[in-house]
């Protein structure tokens, strides 16, 4: 870790020494040489950071280096905002003339000059003091620079049942428990320790279609070391009511818990369900649940994972079901599938990894850590004995089980490049068990100054770069997809973030604070996360502010806590504070206090009561990031566009996708020159307004950088200027237009230079007609339409997009009676989604269309009365979920002979969902 804040300050360095080179003055020398000396250490510490774990003289010394790593890092923050800001108006010599000559800063500059030359001194005499273990080996260092690149362009997917060994006795075990006939309500528990792969075992189980089909209702919950109980059956209660098509209760998230327990009690009475529990730590947690599930319900089923087998035993008594380690042939099996993605172990390499694998004790967590490291290197037999000769030395004098796992994920931590390892860190900030936002841990790591620049790439895509590189080293669990296949959210395993968390509080990186948790922080700690907050800690904390780059709220601050305690920490002339996260916080107005953090990047308010935002943001000239999602603000001050950092502007409020737009989703009103925002890469959601006579929509095609762009209140008369502004956003990935009401046209059928990497299409409004420009989207995979009013040959247009893979034909998208899919067209798509169709009486699929569509939904489409013919032909459907049809349809499936023919044409699909709303309670069918 050491070599990784060497190299982070020595980027800060060369930036300090390359842009205010001519106003360094008599410390550019000073800079130039500290610059020289951590360069000549970067080599030795290299070895230091592997050696420092077995070896105390060298974490020793390792510790020395890192308090003076942020010492530099101190005083460089602190030089650039005295004297290389952009806090005042005027050009950057006026700025810099001005805060030369104040006595003031003359003051500063000199006391910033003594520390410069005192790190200097201090860094050349640890130079000469490094322990000699290192001298002797600093030239044999284990790292290789021939190592495989991992191309982070390859998508990442979730796992597939060919990617997994050893479970499938297990998973056949279980699945026939749960399928077994039984009355009343049965518990079962999988038990074992860490990174054996209980939830593995358990969601492939709870995914499978015999289990999917068998029950009813089924609820996935994990649970954690620290829950929220109101917060769980909230999301319980989501689950169930997406799968019934039902609305939440009303005022639903401030209902108490009594209320939340009766609801889904209730809901699931006379219903045959599952629920998981995934994670239990102790028996309170169980009794905490136990409770709100009905009992005698028809054979339904409740399990729970569990590293402790007394948890396991209290809970199902006799039906605990022990997770053992992998045998010697799948442990091989993994490992190879890991290491050598898929290939088998080449020849001269077999033995050495089948005694490297022995260590790992057949847990898969390890296997697949280790698996991880060794797949970035070469085939050379010298590199892999390094690489076993170390980890032997990590593994010596140790007692085994979780203090050998834990070595294993020191060494695959200690592997990974520099610029990975303060990024993985980073990841210790968030709650145990969360489930981690992809683009708002890139947003985060920009902010902290951890991706590198690019000149081919830009910062987002770099960190995209980085996440891959860490799910390739399995260090990271992808959770949640997006629609054409890429990395939502991830989470990152207990026992790797028990890991991180340690060298977190070890290296002064992170403070957490949490109930139960030592909070107690050193002098000079970067980051303060609270998860559970108590008012003293904050204060304790406070005194530390001059070196607190990060603080993030995961618990919403009460309004008192906002107006008494926050403001005691913002008090300073000087934080260099980077990130202020405060989402959910009791707040209608930015704190006054805020708008002093000048070297802020991050900021988010999300999910606050902020109404307006002060014309003094445009101070905060730093800013690359503001998130202002699920606030009430619909209007931003002039004076943002002094923000000429800023990357992503998040201003929007929505409730539901599916429902009206022009009542469920709120956007903003932009300053009328926001196209002086020319770094901006995301844009959601703008009105489309006139301001002064300046059109917003001619404003946009200033932004060339933007990748993402949501713009709401488009008239028919913004149309034509429109589309010459979005023929200029070459970069653009992701589009949604709204029109300023149900009855105003979307105007955007004009010829224009179409941006060729545009993935995802959004409209919602009427059309004349479709665009003609949207059958050469070629690298179109997400295509949705709402209330567009679309005659019978619109699918003309979009029938022979090569990479469509998701279509959703939404209300009033369609005004045909009959949607006919031809043969050989639609050949990506994966799901089809059509939904409120007034018209819509007949589907046709041709045989030979839609060859690999997966998932398919028709919803309240009241005139139609078949199923929809040719569906036996679609043999790679899995689900298909259809609701709230014509009469005549359900009517049909009441009848026994018309149910088994509806049936034979639909019994190939693993998973069926056909149901329909009865004197206001949903009946199912199938």
């Known amino acids: 870790m050491a070599e990784a804040a060497v190299t982070f300050v020595l980027g800060q360095l060369s930036v300090l020494i390359r ?3 001519s106003f360094l003055g008599g410390i550019r020398d000073d800079a130039q040489d500290v610059e ?19 070896d105390p003289q060298v974490q020793a010394w390792v510790k020395i280096i890192r308090e003076l790593v942020y010492d530099t890092e101190d005083v460089l923050d602190e030089f650039q905002f005295r004297f290389g800001g952009s806090q005042t108006n005027g050009g950057l010599h006026n700025r810099i003339k001005n805060k030369y000559t104040s006595v003031k800063n003359l003051r500063a500059r000199r006391r910033l000059a003594r520390e410069l030359r005192r790190i200097k001194a201090r860094v050349n005499n640890i130079s000469q003091e490094q322990p000699r273990l290192l001298l002797t080996t600093s030239d044999h260092t284990i790292h290789n620079s021939n190592k495989r690149v991992y191309d982070g362009r390859r998508d990442a997917l979730l796992l597939k049942d060919s990617d997994l060994v050893g479970i499938d006795n297990p998973k056949l075990s279980l699945v026939n428990c749960l399928l077994a ?11 074992g320790m860490g990174g054996l792969g209980k939830t593995t075992l358990v969601k492939k189980v709870f995914d499978d279609a015999r289990v999917a089909n068998h029950f009813q209702r089924r609820v996935w919950l994990t649970i954690s070391e620290t829950f929220n109980v109101d917060e769980l059956l909230k999301d319980a209660i989501r689950q169930i009511i997406k799968q019934t098509n039902e609305q939440p209760p009303q005022d639903f998230e401030a209902l108490d818990t009594d209320k939340l327990k009766e609801f889904i009690n209730n809901i699931l009475s006379g219903q045959r369900y599952i629920i998981v529990l995934d ?9 905490a649940f136990k409770p709100v599930f009905p009992g005698h319900s028809f054979g339904s089923c409740i399990v729970i994972t569990t590293r402790n087998n007394e948890i396991g035993v209290f809970a199902s008594h006799d039906k605990v079901y022990s997770l053992e380690p992998l045998s010697d042939k799948d442990s091989w099996a993994l490992f190879c599938r890991k290491t050598f993605l898929g290939d088998s172990c080449p020849q001269h390499l077999v033995n050495i990894s089948k005694t490297i694998l022995k260590r790992c004790g057949g847990l898969p967590l390890a296997i697949v850590v280790i698996a991880g490291v060794l797949a970035t290197k070469s085939e050379s037999i010298e590199e892999w004995e390094r690489f076993q000769r170390n980890l032997n030395n990590q593994l010596e004098s140790n007692d085994g089980g979780m203090k050998n796992m834990k070595n294993l994920l020191s060494l695959s931590y200690y592997d990974l490049p520099y610029y990975l390892k303060y990024c993985f860190l980073y990841l210790s900030i968030f709650p145990e068990d969360v489930i981690i936002e992809k683009m708002r841990v890139i947003r985060l790591w920009i902010a902290e100054g951890f991706v590198r620049e690019n000149n081919h790439q830009e910062k987002e895509e770099v960190g995209e770069v980085y996440l891959n590189g860490l799910l390739h080293r399995n260090l990271i669990q992808i959770v949640e997809k997006t629609r054409n296949g890429k990395m939502k959210a991830f989470r990152v395993h207990d026992i790797l973030r028990e890991f991180i968390l340690s060298k977190s509080k070890e290296q002064n990186f992170t403070i957490i604070i949490a109930t139960g948790q030592n909070t107690e922080p050193s002098a000079k700690f970067r980051r303060l996360a609270v998860h559970r907050l108590l008012d003293h800690n904050i204060l304790k904390c406070a005194s530390s502010k001059m070196h607190l780059r990060s603080l993030q709220f995961f618990e919403p601050l009460s309004s008192s806590t906002m107006s008494s305690s926050l403001p005691k920490m913002f008090t300073a002339k000087y934080i260099p504070l980077k990130v202020l ?23 988010s308010l999300r999910r606050t009561k902020l109404k307006s935002v002060s014309k003094a943001i445009g101070r905060l000239q730093n800013l690359e990031t503001l998130d202002l999602k699920h606030t009430d603000v619909i209007e931003l001050p002039a004076e943002l566009l002094k923000l000429c950092k800023l990357r992503h502007l998040l201003v929007y409020h929505y409730q ?4 009206n737009p022009w009542i469920s989703t709120q956007s903003f009103n932009a300053p009328f020159e926001i196209g002086g925002l020319v770094s901006l890469q995301k844009l959601c959601i703008i009105q489309a307004n006139d301001t002064l006579g300046i059109k917003t929509v001619s404003e946009i095609g200033k932004l060339t950088q933007l990748r993402r762009l949501a713009v709401s209140k488009m008239r028919q008369e913004d149309g034509k200027e429109f589309c010459l502004s979005l023929g200029k956003l070459t970069n653009l990935c992701s589009l949604s237009l709204t029109s300023t009401s149900e009855d105003e046209v979307l105007d955007i059928q004009h010829p224009l230079h179409v941006p060729l990497g545009l993935q995802r299409l959004y409209l919602k409004g009427p059309l004349e007609m479709v665009p003609q420009w949207l059958s050469l989207l070629v690298g179109l995979t997400c ?8 005659r019978e040959d619109s699918l003309l247009f979009i029938e022979d997009l090569p990479m469509l893979a998701h279509l959703k034909l939404l209300a009033k998208s369609y005004e045909g009676e009959g949607l006919c899919f031809k043969a050989k067209k639609f050949s990506k798509l994966k799901s089809l989604i059509i939904y409120k169709l007034e018209a819509l009486k007949w589907i046709r699929m041709e045989e030979g269309t839609l060859d690999h569509l997966e998932e398919f939904d028709l919803g309240e489409c009241s005139l139609v009365e078949e199923m929809p013919m040719g569906i036996e032909h679609l043999s790679d459907l899995k689900v298909i979920t259809i609701y709230d049809l014509a009469d005549k349809f359900n009517a049909n499936l009441v009848s026994k002979c018309k149910r088994s023919e509806v049936y034979a044409k639909i019994s190939h699909i693993p998973e069926i ?3 329909h709303k009865i004197d206001g309670k949903r009946k199912f069918f199938f």
């Open 581 to 603: 996260d405060l989402r959910g916080a009791e707040l209608e107005e930015i704190p006054t206090e805020v708008f002093n953090l000048f070297q802020l990047k991050y900021l």
């Open 656 to 659: 539901d996708r599916w429902i």
């Open 913 to 915: 969902n056909i149901s």
């Open 19 to 21: 842009e205010e080179y």
């Open 279 to 287: 994670d239990i730590w102790d028996v309170d947690a169980w009794m």
């Open 181 to 191: 006939v039984d009355k009343d309500l049965r518990v079962h528990s999988v038990v």
């Open 36 to 54: 020289n000396a951590f360069h000549r250490l970067t080599a030795v510490l290299r070895v230091a950071d592997e050696r420092e774990e077995i």
């Open 783 to 790: 295509l949705e339409f709402g209330w567009c009013r679309l």
